[in-house]
């Protein structure tokens, strides 16, 4: 039986090595070449902050981990990480009067359905790749919260007509007094005398109030309220006279309106947060497996095998190459530089405790 803590050992967490020690062996640039293969912004964060470990049971299971992602993307392809985005911004207002918005819900249906892909992925996995296949169940079902999100929040974070029967009522009404006074207003138009007084024979909005340019010599000419002058002064905007009462009921059911999506949003936050915990901890789980998936197309990339950690005995290194010189040989073929002009990595092979020690 595997260890299941022995997975979920953040390498973030490894032995602390001064910097001078891992400037020297440029730690940090294979560090950045790794993030590089990372889908997942919190992937890149987690790849640029690993470190090494003086373990030789750790080094065996980070080793045995990335050999079974990699048998894994033979047998299925890579981790569907699609749809999943940092929202660690989004969870922090993911609660009641947290400020929320359509979006934000949007992006976390996503994010949730993305992870979601991934607990599906892992679970199909052959049950050999035990060390992967573990990782379904340390990422919760949200399938409840995708389904209240999508139930009130389009897509493009719009808020769905159907979110609420109250919200279709009110919009249902707010589209019937909308015509109205599209009637009414288009009506003064297509009136002669009123067309002679205005700056342009058009209808604008002002404050979500439906009203007409007037020239400024003609303000007196048309009954109605003013609501603001052009910076030129020379156009005065009038809300006319039989509108007024109509744009008054229009913006008190935008008032009803935005309170009801208000309801609906807290609605939502109410759940996410009471989840927060369950959905972060499935992000870090996103994060490391994105890692884990970027250790093994790394290792693939460049023919990379997986070594043997002794625990006390000499160290061989049979044919090594520095990942640095590798990727730079494999940039300037990918470049299109001429193959005399590629530089060349040589591989060495070094041994310390067999016949000579350092």
């Known amino acids: 039986m595997v260890r299941h803590d022995a997975w979920v050992h953040d390498q973030a967490e490894g032995i602390s090595l001064d910097s001078f020690t891992l400037n020297k062996i440029e730690f940090g640039a294979v560090r950045r070449i790794l993030s590089d293969f990372c889908a997942t912004r919190a992937g890149k964060s987690l790849a640029l902050r690993i470190g090494p470990s003086r373990s030789p049971q750790i ?8 050999t079974q992602m990699g048998q894994a993307i033979a047998q299925s392809g890579l981790i569907p990480f699609g749809g999943v985005t940092d929202i660690s911004a989004i969870m922090a207002k993911a609660h009641v009067g947290g400020g929320a918005a359509g ?21 199909a996995l052959d049950e050999s790749l035990d060390l992967l296949t573990a990782q379904a169940g340390d990422i919760a079902d949200f399938q409840g919260e995708i389904k209240a999100i999508r139930s009130i929040v389009e897509p493009d974070g719009s808020i769905a007509d159907h979110a609420s029967v109250k919200l279709a009522d009110i919009r249902q009404r707010i589209a019937q007094i909308t015509q109205h006074i599209h009637d009414v207003i288009y009506g003064f138009l297509r009136q002669g005398e009123v067309a002679k007084l205005l700056q342009n024979v058009t209808v604008a909005l002002h404050d979500d109030r439906f009203v007409l340019p007037v020239k400024s010599e003609n303000r007196g000419r048309l009954p109605g309220v003013v609501h603001r002058s052009s910076a030129s002064g020379a156009t005065v905007f009038i809300e006319p006279e039989a509108c007024v009462e109509l744009n008054n009921r229009l913006a008190d059911l935008r008032d009803e309106e935005r309170d009801e999506i208000q309801r609906l949003l807290n609605q939502l936050a109410l759940r996410i947060s009471a989840r927060s915990a369950e959905i972060s901890a499935a992000m870090q789980v996103l994060a490391r497996l994105d890692v884990l998936c970027a250790k093994a197309q790394y290792a693939r990339q460049f023919d990379m095998i997986c070594p043997e950690i002794t625990e006390n005995g000499p160290l061989q290194l ?20 001429p193959a005399d002009k590629v530089q060349q990595v040589v591989p060495i092979t070094v041994r310390l405790g067999m016949d000579f020690d350092l």
């Open 318 to 337: 049979i044919n090594a190459r520095h990942p640095l010189l590798i990727d730079r040989q494999w940039r300037q073929e990918k470049a299109g530089v």
């Open 103 to 123: 979006e934000d819900f949007a992006i976390l249906a996503s994010t949730l359905e993305g992870a979601l892909n991934v607990k599906n992925y892992l679970a």
């Open 59 to 66: 080094v065996r299971q980070w080793l045995t981990q990335t």
